[in-house]
């Protein structure tokens, strides 16, 4: 059962947050990962499958044979699988399909993307309280695994705490807090004090988050969390650009990141856009570098390999997987 009291979350993000990135986070000191958000009706168009030969868990789009949602064993205990929904009979199916293959479910309040509110998703639920509660209560009800849900702040304190009393009368068992409005952009100043004002007066455990921009160590994770008062803090930009924020002993250099990610991707057999995507967010303005420049022009995990002198371990894992049968769709004449 996920305890979510004193733990160092990474935050759900789209794209970023696939297995290997959630490894590469628990790995450095992560106590729990969120995935990226899966938007329900997508989920439930895929299969699952046991790989036997990365001993994963796939979920396979049945339309096009992408992968829609990728865990293993090694944090089976400690991945929250984010969902998009709108519809507590739908958000209940998929939930139903992973039930034994993660540790919790959380659902999106947050997102403020027109894809989202035009879908009556993500933060359109925070104005429609009864539905998001109706979402969260049938889930509660009727999950084994705890349920969580992720919200931004209201105009005021007060209304925050009256929204979050609200969805926690469901019985979720957390509920991570964004410190901005729906119409603030990530670089407007966090609202600390509207945390604050939530996690002193309510039960159940509160996880700040958004305070990325402050956090470039360690050590100010915790100055967040006092700032907050919250029970746990959640980090999603800090993570992307170096997801050694999570380690104790202290930042790692960005090519130890980058290599570190990398043999995740190539063990994990992660599609090459993804991964390229990931280190992309990573070196951000080094992009523009000739080294930069080299990377952008990779297609395949070997080439990007290659940059970070990585391609016996590349050409290895692929060779070995190969033999085994895997049908990779990604490797390109291992
Ligand atoms: C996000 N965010 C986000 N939130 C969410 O609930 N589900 C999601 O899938 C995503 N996707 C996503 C992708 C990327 C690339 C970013 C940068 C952000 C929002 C994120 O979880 C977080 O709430 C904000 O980024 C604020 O926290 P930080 O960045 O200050 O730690």
Not at 9 to 17: D, F
Not at 89 to 117: H, Q, T, W
Not at 142 to 156: A, G, M
Not at 272 to 294: A, F, H, M, V
């Amino acid at each position: 059962m996920v305890i979510y009291e004193d733990k160092i979350i990474l935050a759900p993000m789209v794209r970023i947050g696939t297995l290997p990135m959630r490894l590469l986070a628990l790995r450095y000191g992560a106590d729990l990962v969120y995935s990226e958000e899966l938007i329900d009706w997508k989920f439930l168009r895929s299969k699952r499958t046991v790989n036997d030969i990365l001993h994963t868990v796939d979920y396979v789009d049945q339309t096009d044979g992408t992968i829609v949602f990728r865990t293993c064993n090694e944090e089976k205990e400690k991945v929250i699988l984010q969902l998009g929904t709108c519809d507590a009979g739908r958000a209940l199916k998929v939930a139903k399909l992973v039930e034994n293959d993660v540790a919790a479910i959380d659902i999106n309040m947050g997102c403020p993307k027109e894809f989202s509110i035009k879908g009556g998703m993500g933060v359109a639920l925070l104005a429609q309280p009864d539905k998001a509660y109706n979402i969260l209560k049938t889930l509660v009800d009727n999950l084994s695994i705890p349920v969580t849900c992720k919200i931004r702040i209201q105009e005021t304190p007060e209304k925050t705490l009256e929204l979050v009393e609200k969805l926690a009368s469901s019985g979720i068992s957390a509920i991570g807090i964004h410190g901005r409005t729906r119409d603030e952009r990530p670089q407007h100043a966090v609202h600390t004090d509207f945390i604050k004002h939530v996690s002193q007066r309510i039960s159940i455990p509160v996880i700040a988050n958004g305070g990325s921009k402050e956090i470039e160590k360690y050590g100010d994770i915790f100055k967040f969390k006092d700032l907050c008062g919250s029970s746990s803090v959640m980090l999603a930009r800090a993570a992307e650009w170096n997801c050694s924020i999570f380690r104790k002993e202290g930042l790692l250099p960005m090519d130890t990141v980058i290599k570190d990610y990398l043999k995740l991707a190539v063990d994990y057999d992660n599609s090459p856009s993804n991964t390229k995507y990931c280190i992309q967010n990573i070196l951000r303005e080094l992009q523009d570098t000739p080294r930069g420049r080299q990377f952008l022009d990779c297609q395949t995990l070997k080439q990007m390999c290659a940059i970070w002198d990585l391609e016996d371990y590349c050409f290895k894992k692929q060779s070995e997987y190969h033999n085994m049968g895997i049908a990779s769709r990604w490797q390109v004449n291992p």
